[in-house]
């Protein structure tokens, strides 16, 4: 029991990844629920929330809490800061699943006030080591996020623009922005090839890693320029902005388009939620009144798909069970194009209206299927570590 414990607060993912999924699960039931008359109130704010703040906030925290801390050459999680993040994080949760809107803004607000500080603390006074350039997105996208959900928590009657932006980098800036500043240091992991934000240890930022800050600084800036662009009335340019420079910064910061030396299904999978996340905007900008449906490409196929892709490279490689990640996993093909094609069924809700209702229900079920495919597929490797004994397999290939 120890053990496990230590595990957890050392590796934070191996409780936040799965109970984010089963948020997920709710978040999206939400609409068989309320058409087949179980949820007694309009679920639009709480299911956009629920997938926002509880599905992929809980895979922010699992991952910046596994990561953070040894990219800085920091100790782990302290028990009262898990139990306070896990605190936080279901009392947004469950207010956000009983339609408790500003309560669930709130407590999400302090959550990621805490992760902030925890991460900019242990990056300031740890002096042990420089986290890559790129996490300064990370703290941006977080700290706004922080920012947004409070003002919309505690403004009562805020402005149309004020609403708007706050939205904006609530439901995207808060995952877009740490997604382009971990992507280059994480993602040539997944295509066997190194990475140009991969510097030696030292307790200052070392020789090259400002101008890798800077870049990324300078496309975080673009994004939120599209944000402010959209509010003010262009949100065609807006759109259309944010969709350039996800492409061009992955395209120049990562591997993403390139030949890449190793072909790995999470890998692949990483390609189409780029391609996701710039069609989604594009698709939005071009039919503005399909928008929201347009925008499940963005999140679903864009963002969601991205969260599972490197959750299996997280979980899978904590196990030690790197063998796996070199070859073709089948249950990932699967989630991957039932995502597809939850979002694609969503997307077509706003062109064929007569069939709204039917489309959402079979949406919320496709993702639903998904999420558990990938839930069961790596539950069992959730408690186990490197040094864990690996389970024989009855493949002959891979035990020659």
């Not at 999680?77 to 949760?93: A, I, K, N, Q």
């Not at 904006?168 to 993602?187: A, D, H, R, S, T």
Request: hydrophobic residues 55%; positive net charge; contains cysteine.
């Amino acid at each position: 029991m120890k053990r496990a414990c230590q595990m957890v607060l050392e590796e934070p993912y191996r409780v936040f990844f799965p109970i984010g999924v089963l948020a997920g699960i709710w978040g999206v039931m939400m609409w068989p629920m309320l058409y087949g008359g179980w949820l007694h109130f309009y679920p639009g704010e709480a299911h956009t929330r629920i997938m926002i703040e509880g599905f992929m906030g809980a895979f922010i925290l699992g991952f910046i809490g596994t990561a953070f801390p040894r990219l800085t050459g920091n100790r782990s999680w302290f028990s009262g800061e898990f139990f306070l993040m896990l605190l936080l994080w279901t009392l947004t949760v469950s207010s956000l699943a009983i339609g408790k809107i500003q309560a669930g803004d709130a407590a999400f607000c302090v959550l990621l006030l805490t992760l902030f500080t925890g991460m900019a603390g242990r990056w300031i006074f740890g002096h042990r080591d420089t986290p890559p350039p790129g996490f300064i997105l990370a703290l941006s996208g977080i700290l706004g996020a922080a920012l947004a959900a409070g003002f919309l928590a505690w403004n009562a009657s805020p402005t149309t623009a004020q609403l708007q932006f706050a939205r904006l980098w609530l439901f995207q800036g808060f995952l877009l922005l740490p997604l382009m500043g971990i992507g280059p240091y994480v993602l040539p992991r997944f295509f066997g090839m190194n990475s140009s934000h991969s510097f030696d240890d030292a307790p200052s930022p070392p020789s090259g890693w400002w101008p890798k800050a800077i870049s990324a600084t300078i496309a975080g800036l673009l994004v939120i320029a599209g944000f402010a662009l959209e509010v003010m009335g262009n949100p065609l340019l807006g759109q259309l902005l944010r969709a350039v420079v996800i492409l061009v910064w992955f395209a120049l910061e990562t591997p993403v388009f390139r030949l890449a030396k190793l072909s790995t299904t999470p890998g692949n999978a990483v390609r189409w939620a780029v391609i996701g996340l710039a069609s989604g905007l594009i698709c939005a900008a071009v039919w503005p009144l399909a928008r929201v449906g347009s925008l499940h490409l963005f999140f679903v196929t864009g963002l969601g798909l991205v969260t599972m892709a490197v959750g299996t490279r997280v979980i899978l490689g904590h196990a030690g069970r790197h063998d796996l990640l070199t070859g073709k996993i089948v249950w990932l093909c699967w989630v991957v194009g039932l995502l597809i094609l939850a979002a694609t069924t969503r997307m077509s809700c706003d062109f064929l209206p007569h069939l709204r209702v039917s489309h959402l229900i079979y949406a919320a079920w496709t993702w639903a299927i998904a999420a558990v495919i990938w839930l069961i597929a790596l539950a069992k490797c959730l408690l186990r570590n490197e040094v864990s004994e690996k389970p024989k397999s009855r493949c002959p290939r891979r035990q020659r």
